[in-house]
Antibody
Framework: QVQLEESGPGLVKPSETLSLTCGVS?????????WGWIRQPPGKGLEWIAS???????YYKPSLRSRVTMSVDTAKNQISLDLKSVTAADTAVYYC??????????????????WGKGTTVTVSS | VLTQSPGTLSLSPGERATLTCRAS???????FAWYQQMPGQAPRLLIY???SRATGIPDRFSGSGSGTEFTLTISRLEPEDFAVYYC????????FGPGTRVHI
């Protein structure tokens, strides 16, 4: 059974860099799949931030591209997210997810089938 | 851009729920999914490819639609189905609808 677990600092000061990790168990990241970060501000909806393939190819939300870096560590079986120059608007629950982005039964599909429980990040001085 | 309606749905256990997700342009069905989010929990994949149930999802959940309009139907609401439901599409990058809250 694939499980994802996010970890992070909890509290980050404005203008600093937020660093998150997502540990994966039950599946070797190096075997395939895309992996993503999604966040949810308090009381609001879901926002995709970034995705990465096990080879390291990354995709970022255009509006966040200048501040985001996502990486994969196949040796540690984890993915990471760095978000720099944070503001209060970056306060959110941050989720990592496994993404099916490929063929299944002859059709090309895209969906997020396994999610971590999320980690809460508050940006405040 | 994905829009969901209604924003809130007030129903009772045993009733049928119909949730709609509309897009401003035609979407590829195989890139369309529905997620359920219970309070304080992570989202859970319900439906992928617009109409395929994910592993372990009860058959009271069904998805349909194509083009610019997609529907999630819960045939008979169970107490644990009262949650927020999000639609999601991938069009170069993934995007989510604003959600529909189903409550008693």
């Amino acid at each position: 059974q694939v499980q994802l677990e996010e970890s992070g600092p909890g509290l980050v000061k404005p203008s600093e860099t937020l660093s998150l990790t997502c540990g994966v168990s039950g599946y070797s990241i190096g075997s395939g799949f895309y992996w993503g970060w999604i966040r949810q501000p308090p009381g609001k909806g879901l926002e995709w931030i970034a995705s990465i393939y096990h080879t390291g190819n990354t995709y970022y939300k255009p509006s966040l591209r200048s501040r985001v870096t996502m990486s994969v560590d196949t040796a540690k079986n984890q993915i990471s997210l760095d978000l720099k120059s944070v503001t209060a608007a970056d306060t959110a629950v941050y989720y990592c997810a496994r993404i099916w982005d490929g063929f299944r039964g002859g059709q090309y599909y895209y969906y997020m089938d396994v999610w971590g429980k999320g980690t809460t990040v508050t940006v405040s001085s | 851009v994905l829009t969901q309606s209604p924003g809130t749905l007030s129903l009772s256990p045993g009733e049928r729920a119909t949730l709609t997700c509309r897009a401003s342009q035609s979407l590829r069905s195989t890139y369309f999914a529905w997620y359920q989010q219970m309070p304080g929990q992570a989202p859970r994949l319900l439906i992928y490819g617009a109409s395929s149930r994910a592993t372990g999802i009860p058959d009271r959940f069904s998805g349909s639609g194509s083009g610019t309009e997609f529907t999630l139907t819960i045939s008979r609401l169970e107490p644990e189905d009262f949650a927020v439901y999000y639609c999601q599409h991938y069009g170069g990058s993934p995007s989510f609808g604003p959600g529909t809250r189903v409550h008693i």
